[in-house]
């Protein structure tokens, strides 16, 4: 009796344990991830369409990507996702995970993990400074241009280069927390516009996030997408919990 018992208690924990892991993941990051091998420039057209699809909840335009943020002479390289609040909030709902704060995405400002801000030591109303890697085919247009360029050309080459490689200075408008480290210590929330900014993308995206009325049974809402999206590639799904796992559709 008393080895049942120490059983049933052993896996109502750890089954336990798993749903709410799945959960932490599954709330955080979005059903479906459609993205390109290049970026999403007709993507309005596109989101509709998969609005559009059945099975389909809500979906929202993202940027995502690597950065250098600063802060007081800390510095570390997170991703960036840059959203649109309103949209994002349909998909995710991001607003639940704010520890410290608000999710005010208004200008210049961001919102960070809670063990990216431990680690640069930043608090709600601080300013980080963020680079990107993103613009640094700009960067070498713009130095190709002022090597020959000449009196009033030199000065507007100059004028470009030093719009190209000026940081953003963000405001820390509101700390999040989502239990999970990965997501808690590697990303911070910008402003969508924001991370077009940093990648040069214009109004292109990376991709567009897609809520479905059935988190484990995201596949089939992946493959009724796929008919309307051949001759593009990289839709990814979150049909299975851990991030790594994604299935990846041509």
Not at 179 to 191: I, K, M, Q, R, T
């Amino acid at each position: 009796m008393l080895g049942v018992t120490v059983l049933i208690l052993v896996i109502s924990v750890m089954t336990g344990f798993d749903r709410e892991l799945r959960q932490k993941v599954i709330d955080f990051d979005a059903h479906i991830l459609v993205s390109s091998e290049d970026v999403l420039r007709d993507w309005r057209a596109l989101k509709t369409k998969i609005d559009n699809t059945p099975g389909v909840v809500a979906t929202a335009p993202y940027i995502q990507g690597p950065v250098i943020v600063e802060f007081q002479n800390q510095r570390l390289a997170p991703l960036i996702r840059g959203i649109d609040p309103a949209q994002e909030e349909k998909v995710i709902p991001l607003r639940k995970f704010i520890k410290y704060g608000k999710l005010d995405l208004e200008g210049e400002s961001a919102v960070l993990g809670i063990e990216l801000a431990r680690k640069l030591q930043a608090r709600v109303g601080d300013k980080i400074t963020v680079y990107s890697p993103g613009n640094l085919g700009q960067i070498l247009d713009s130095i190709k241009k002022l090597e020959n360029a000449k009196g009033e050309e030199e000065k507007n080459a100059i004028d470009e280069l030093r719009d190209v490689i000026l940081p953003k200075e963000l405001t820390v408008t509101g700390i999040f927390e989502t239990g999970h480290y990965l997501h808690d210590s590697e990303f911070l929330l910008v402003p969508i516009y924001v991370g077009q900014e940093l990648y040069g993308l214009g109004d292109a995206l990376h991709g567009i996030t897609v809520k479905t009325d059935d988190p484990y049974g995201a596949e089939r809402i992946k493959q009724a997408i796929q008919q309307f999206y051949r001759g593009r590639r990289g839709l990814r799904d979150h049909e299975h919990v851990d991030h790594r796992d994604r299935a990846k559709a041509t």
